[in-house]
């Protein structure tokens, strides 16, 4: 299993282009997040997912967009890119069921983003 | 709501010496606590976690960490640290509403820096 898999690793963007940021997970999870991490603020969530086509807002959505057709996908959406979503960015998936374990997020590998 | 307080933003410790990583949480109804390490420019890894149970979790690399419910404490303990165990680590809590989950809520971290 590779788990959450993000792309890019690495982007930079100008103010104001978009980019989508992806995110696929092999593990059979229903749900899906997408956090931002700025340094010494820990972790904040943007939106999640319970399955494919439900997604709800997190703590901080605003300047973003997610969509969720399928069980494996979950892409973040930037509309024109400001320089405060200069951040790390990180996908997490969990099962939703305590019959099937835990609630324990797996996290993919971040992608690191630069709006200048 | 749920929140979670990480009390120490940095604890530098000696190679070989124990270290503790204070937690605290606040919650009106029953909670499920995780412990995540982030090792530099890499995704969230989990510690360990409490479900139910046992008040004493054993995490991954001689973790282990205590819920006290009337403390609304849960510190991560290691009796002999290592230089590899230098990270930034998360404590993260969630709502339990009794077969459903709610989102986590992540504290702001704390950086241990193990120096030989």
């Known amino acids: 299993n590779a788990g959450v898999t993000q792309t890019p690793k690495f982007r930079i963007l100008k103010i104001g282009q978009s980019m989508t940021l992806q995110c696929t997970q092999d593990m059979n999870h229903n749900y899906m997040y997408w956090y931002r991490q700025d340094p010494g603020m820990g972790l904040k969530l943007i939106y999640y997912?319970?399955?494919?086509?439900?997604?709800d807002k997190g703590e901080v959505p605003n300047g973003y967009n997610v969509s969720r057709s399928t069980t494996e996908d979950f892409p973040l959406r930037l509309e024109l890119a400001a320089p405060s979503q200069t951040s790390v960015y990180f996908c997490?998936?969990?099962?939703?069921?305590?019959?099937?374990?835990?609630?324990?997020?797996?996290f993919g590998p971040g992608t690191r983003l630069t709006v200048t | 709501a749920q929140s979670v307080t990480q009390l120490d933003s940095q604890v530098p410790v000696f190679e070989e010496a124990p270290v503790e990583l204070r937690c605290n949480y606040s919650?009106?109804?029953?909670?499920?606590l995780f412990w995540y390490v982030q090792y530099p420019n890499q995704g969230l890894q989990l510690l360990l976690k409490?479900?139910?149970?046992?008040?004493l979790v054993k995490g991954i690399n001689g973790f282990e960490a205590e819920f006290n419910k009337s403390q609304t404490s849960f510190h991560l303990r290691k009796p002999s640290v290592h230089i590899s165990d230098t990270a930034e680590y998360f404590c993260a809590v969630g709502a339990d509403y009794g077969g459903s989950q709610g989102n986590l809520i992540f504290g702001k971290g704390t950086k241990l820096s193990v120096k030989p």
């Open positions: 919650s009106s109804v029953s909670v499920y």
């Open positions: 997912s319970v399955g494919a086509g439900i997604t």
């Open positions: 409490y479900l139910s149970g046992s008040t």
């Open positions: 997490a998936s969990s099962y939703s069921n305590r019959l099937a374990g835990s609630y324990e997020q797996y």
